[in-house]
């Protein structure tokens, strides 16, 4: 089904706004993550290298200094190839280079400046022409497209309040081929009640945002499917198409949703065997919080992103390659949920004309979705494990999913209230 009408008007980017004023010149130095998280240390032991990124977003912009060779638009099939690489609002290309720019001619730096990104563009907000909407792919499209590309991690930087059955199925199918998720979870604020689609979603790793003292965001939603939390205020990002002019700051989950998707294509790139599970465990065994690994909160989940943590400790145990890290949320009275599917069935696609009613947040039995555990939302990660810096306080901890070569796939039942 094509997501339109009063569902696609409420499909948005997860970014804030920008404000006025910021030369390129000035850009990384605005990127104040970059030092807490000791990117030129964690570059010594990865760049990204050999992983692919999907961003599905308001189109990339493969011309900007910092993204020349970093863009593989030839790997987007027809038709949802259409309007790929012409970005018409510039958050796509801003979260592009916050995962793999490479900073030349003063652009940002991505933390995983070696990472190639696979671009998707789906109609965001009401800024296409409604011809232009009409041609361009839907989020179910755009999905399954990346799905069936050879790209490990799937970066979605956009929101709905609005549950779809079809692109639930796409989900469920990307995870079925052992792609990372990573979806913001919405800026209407932490009392909003609810978390946006498709963080939302089983197998998507929601990401909530941080300040510079490790502080959740006020904008920030919370609730039972927040998995992780990563930079998202103070960040610049192009302040309009013309792709002239960098903003100092964009503040959002989708920011964070970007950082995070990089924080994982610097550890899969470091150990490029491991399956998602394993990159999974590693996140979690590592990420900064306060609390017991097994009693995420509403807030902040398993913690703030760190990792160079992983990628600093040459012994670290990623576990079984198909034994699922996050076992207890992926239970039901006990019982663990695992389908298996048969590697001849492996490329079956949901159908992209199935049909279901559009139910909002509130309406739906799945965002039942009350703040859960007790936090007070302020410095997650000041008692973060020690590796050498107080101040290195970022990982990737993540809900996650699946398989090897198509096997098996785990089915993940969220965090009761």
């Known amino acids: 089904m094509r997501l339109g009408g009063a ?18 010149a000035d850009v990384q130095s605005d990127q104040w993550y970059l030092g807490p998280m000791q990117a030129e240390k964690m570059w010594k032991a ?70 190639e990104i696979v671009p998707y ?28 590309s050879d790209a490990r991690i799937i970066s979605m930087s956009f929101t709905s309040p609005a549950y779809e059955s079809d692109v639930e199925e796409a989900v469920e199918y990307a995870a079925s081929k052992g792609k990372l998720l990573v979806a913001g979870v919405g800026n209407e604020g932490r009392d909003s009640g609810y978390i946006g689609y498709p963080a939302a979603y089983p197998y998507v790793i929601g990401v909530s945002s941080i300040d510079e003292k490790s502080n959740i965001s006020d904008f920030a939603q919370s609730g039972n499917y927040v998995d992780l939390v990563a ?19 964009m ?3 989708s920011s964070a949703t970007a950082i995070t998707s990089a924080a994982a294509a610097l550890i899969w790139s470091a150990h490029p065997d491991w399956t ?27 913690g703030t992103i760190r990792p160079r943590s992983v990628l600093a400790d040459p012994d670290y145990d990623a576990g079984e390659p198909y034994s699922d890290p996050l076992r207890k949320e992926n239970t039901q009275e006990g019982e663990k949920l695992v389908t298996e599917i048969p590697p001849a069935s492996a490329s079956a696609k949901p159908s992209a004309g199935a049909t279901a009613a ?5 309406g739906s039995p799945k965002d039942k979705q009350a703040a859960a555990g007790t936090d ?31 096997a098996f796939a785990v089915l993940r039942a969220r965090r009761a209230n």
């Open 7 to 24: 569902v696609a008007s409420a499909l948005v980017v997860v970014g804030v706004s920008f404000a006025p004023g910021a030369a390129a």
């Open 46 to 115: 990865s760049r990204g290298e050999g992983i692919k990124v999907a961003v599905i977003d308001t189109g990339v912009n493969p011309d900007t200094p910092s993204l020349d060779g970093q863009i593989l638009a030839d790997e987007v099939p027809e038709p949802v190839a259409y309007g790929a690489t012409e970005d018409y609002d510039g958050h796509g290309t801003t979260m592009a280079e916050l995962i793999a720019g490479t900073g030349a001619g003063g652009g940002i730096r991505g933390l995983s400046p070696e990472a």
């Open 121 to 148: 563009r789906i109609p965001l907000g009401r800024s296409l022409t409604a011809k232009e909407e009409e041609r361009a792919p839907t989020a179910t499209e755009a999905i399954e497209a990346a799905a069936d």
């Open 231 to 249: 930079p998202g205020e103070n960040i610049p990002g192009y302040c309009k198409p013309k792709f002239d002019q960098y903003c100092p700051d």
């Open 251 to 253: 503040p959002g989950t």
């Open 276 to 302: 998602a599970n394993q990159v999974t465990r590693a996140l979690i065994d590592t990420a900064g919080r306060k609390w017991p690994k097994d009693k995420p909160t509403a807030t902040a989940g398993y």
């Open 358 to 362: 559009s139910q909002g947040a509130e």
């Open 376 to 406: 007070d939302a302020k410095a997650v990660a000041t008692d973060a494990p020690n590796d050498g810096s107080s101040t290195l306080w970022i990982a990737l901890g993540a809900a996650a999913v699946v398989i090897g070569g198509g």
